[in-house]
Structures are given as structure tokens and as C-alpha cells.
T-cell receptor
Framework: EAGVAQSPRYKIIEKRQSVAFWCNPI?????LYWYQQILGQGPKLLIQ????????DSQLPKDRFSAERLKGVDSTLKIQPAKLEDSAVYLCASSSILRRGQGAAGYTFGSGTRLTVV | KQEVTQIPAALSVPEGENLVLNCSFT??????LQWFRQDPGKGLTSLLL?????REQTSGRLNASLDKSSGRSTLYIAASQPGDSATYLCAVNNAGNMLTFGGGTRLMVKP
């Protein structure tokens, strides 16, 4: 099966500019996640979708970050305006459907988008 | 709030050694625990997934154990090879299916 697709692979922008990332999950995966990975650290969850609804966005800096998943398939993550500390790799992941009382099957991650803010 | 810690942060070993990577977590109410591998500039590759009811999982030269009550997991790599050089990440899955990651262990296997 095809993996999780992300684009672009790399992006360099100046601070205060805006940027958008795109993710196409594995076909049939209802749950989609965006993670931020700062250099030398583990990934941190930004937002989780189930179909086209938000399950958790408690760690998303909503003053500058936004995300949407129209039609429950593809998703976009936007940063506006960007700050220097937003430099990181943005990873998208998907998993099979959330079942109450059970953990999802293993996640599948995309290759990520490396953002550099200068 | 779940916190995940991985020790050591970095490890360098000669080829052929057996090694153990450690992961600890503060909240034992987990659904499962997953070990990932990350190569430079790449995404994460799932290595092993252990459900909360399981004690260990094996895949080739890799063996992962889980002691949920004590909040610990170990990843054992047998007969290490230079191709094993990468960052290894431990992640726990709590309610809501959100993964909480440790900071990773950067492994270098020298020929």
C-alpha cells in the first residue's frame, strides 16, 4: 500500500511569513495526526483528526497555527506568521480507526517537511 | 500528563555488540507502546508494537519488552550492525490514541 505522502520536503521562509504543509494519509485511515519535531527532540503532537473532526488540538499554538482536514482525507497545516522557533520537522501520521477502549493499530508516518525560519 | 524518558541519549558501540535501549514512562495506563527508528532526514519507521496486555515482541534481531506496572520498556538489539545506526524513539499510546514520545537514543555502530 502507498505510504503517508507529505509535501513539500523542505521549506525555507523568513520570519513573519506564512507557510502551508500538505498531507495525504493511507487510504482508509480515519485518524490523522500532525507532529512537530524540533532538532534533537522527540515528536510532539500538534493536532489529531478523526475523519474531518478535531479530536485534540490542545498543544496547537492557535494564535499562529491552523489545520484542516476537508472531506476526511487530505490535511493541511498552516503557520501564519512564522517565528524562528517554528523551525522543525513537521510529521504527518495516520492510523486505523479509533475504537473506544482500545489503542489504534500502529501508526504510519510520512517523511516529514523540514521547515527553516530565518 | 504522560512523560517519556529514554536513556541513554546517545550510544556508540563496535559492530557485533548486543545492546539495550531503555524507555520509562510516568503513567502506566497505556494502551500500547511502540518503538520507532528514525534515519537522518527521514520519517519514522515502526519497529515493534507491544499491546498493554503483552510482555514482549520480537522481530529478527530486535526484542522489545514491556513492564507496564513499573513504567518501563527495553529494546534489545542483538549482534549490532553499522546499518543499525539511527535514532530510536519510544512512544506510548494513552487514552485518545495520542502518542507521547521520548527524546530518543542516537545509536552509532562502528565497523
Amino acid at each position: 500500500e502507498a505510504g503517508v505522502a507529505q509535501s513539500p520536503r523542505y521549506k525555507i521562509i523568513e520570519k513573519r511569513q506564512s507557510v502551508a504543509f500538505w498531507c495525504n494519509p493511507i487510504s482508509g485511515h480515519a485518524t490523522l495526526y500532525w507532529y512537530q519535531q524540533i532538532l534533537g527532540q522527540g515528536p510532539k503532537l500538534l493536532i489529531q483528526f478523526q475523519n474531518n473532526g478535531v479530536v485534540d488540538d490542545s498543544q496547537l499554538p492557535k494564535d499562529r497555527f491552523s489545520a484542516e482536514r476537508l472531506k476526511g482525507v487530505d490535511s493541511t497545516l498552516k503557520i501564519q506568521p512564522a517565528k524562528l522557533e517554528d523551525s522543525a520537522v513537521y510529521l504527518c501520521a495516520s492510523s486505523s480507526i479509533l475504537r473506544r477502549g482500545q489503542g489504534a493499530a500502529g501508526y504510519t508516518f510520512g517523511s516529514g517537511t523540514r521547515l527553516t525560519v530565518v | 500528563k504522560q512523560e517519556v524518558t529514554q536513556i541513554p541519549a546517545a550510544l556508540s558501540v563496535p559492530e557485533g555488540e548486543n545492546l539495550v535501549l531503555n524507555c520509562s514512562f510516568t503513567d502506566s495506563a497505556i494502551y500500547n507502546l511502540q518503538w520507532f527508528r528514525q534515519d537522518p532526514g527521514k520519517g519514522l519507521t515502526s519497529l515493534l508494537l507491544i499491546q498493554s496486555s503483552q510482555r514482549e515482541q520480537t522481530s529478527g534481531r530486535l526484542n522489545a519488552s514491556l513492564d507496564k506496572s513499573s513504567g518501563r520498556s527495553t529494546l534489545y538489539i542483538a549482534a549490532s550492525q553499522p546499518g543499525d545506526s539511527a535514532t530510536y524513539l519510544c512512544a506510548v499510546n494513552n487514552a485518545g490514541n495520542m502518542l507521547t514520545f521520548g527524546g530518543g537514543t542516537r545509536l552509532m555502530v562502528k565497523p
